[in-house]
């Protein structure tokens, strides 16, 4: 089956604007989890959603970015006005969510290059 | 909150050596530890993974052991081969962060043929 995808695969943007990033999750994954990986570097935990649950935020590195997850199943990454530091690559992870060890499977991601 | 330190950052070896990476964890709650892989320019796959109820797991050339008293995890290759070169992150998560995952700095593997 298809596995977790995102979009765009790469996006400019100049130093200000608002950038939107998308993920679709694999089929029937109630749970989604948004990373950073910043160059050189491991991955930083963002933001999950667990089916109808309130979203775990508290990775977000500023009130400059917020996500929301329509219908259970497509998320949307919103980063407003960006700055030169938030370019990195954005992954997106999608698991079954019945339970905290399920395997998470990862999106290509979206590298965000902001000038 | 969960603090994941990994060692070392990169790693040289000669094809057909072992390969240990090491991770130390703060949270003592944490009971899941995965490894992924994540070739260049490709997405993190996950290859191996513990949960605190074992010490070790292995499959084929791969292996990982988990010690919860001293809060470390290893991954261990053996017989490397060059298509196992790339960048290899542990991570660990616990029941109160329901699949959080906290992720090392990743160790950089090289295996020269």
């Known amino acids: 089956g298809a596995g977790v995808s995102q979009s765009p695969s790469n996006k400019v943007t100049e130093k200000g604007k608002d950038v939107e990033l998308r993920c679709d999750p694999i089929?029937?994954?109630?749970?989604l989890y948004w990373y950073r990986q910043s160059l050189g570097q491991g991955l930083e935990f963002l933001i999950y959603f667990q089916g109808n649950s309130a979203p775990d935020k508290s990775g977000l590195p500023s009130d400059r970015f917020s996500a929301e997850r329509t219908g259970g199943s497509v998320s949307t990454l919103t980063i407003q006005r960006t700055q030169q530091e938030d370019s990195a690559v954005y992954l997106c992870?999608?698991?079954?969510?019945?339970?905290?060890?399920?395997?998470?499977?990862f999106g290509p991601g979206t590298r965000l290059t902001v000038l | 909150g969960e603090n994941v330190e990994q060692h070392p950052s990169t790693l040289s070896v000669q094809e057909g050596d072992s390969a240990v990476i090491k991770c130390t964890y703060s949270d003592s709650a944490s009971n899941y530890f995965p490894w992924y892989k994540q070739e260049l320019g490709k997405r993190p796959q996950l290859i191996i993974d513990i949960r605190s109820n074992v010490g070790e797991k292995k499959d084929q050339r791969i292996a990982v052991t988990l010690n919860k008293t001293a809060k470390h995890f290893s991954l261990h290759i053996t017989e490397t081969q060059p298509e196992d070169s790339a960048v290899y992150f542990c991570a660990a998560s616990g029941t109160d962060s329901w699949g959080k995952l906290q992720f090392g700095a990743g160790t950089q593997v090289v295996v020269t043929p």
């Open positions: 089929s029937g994954h109630t749970a």
């Open positions: 992870a999608s698991s079954a969510g019945t339970g905290s060890w399920d395997e998470q499977f």
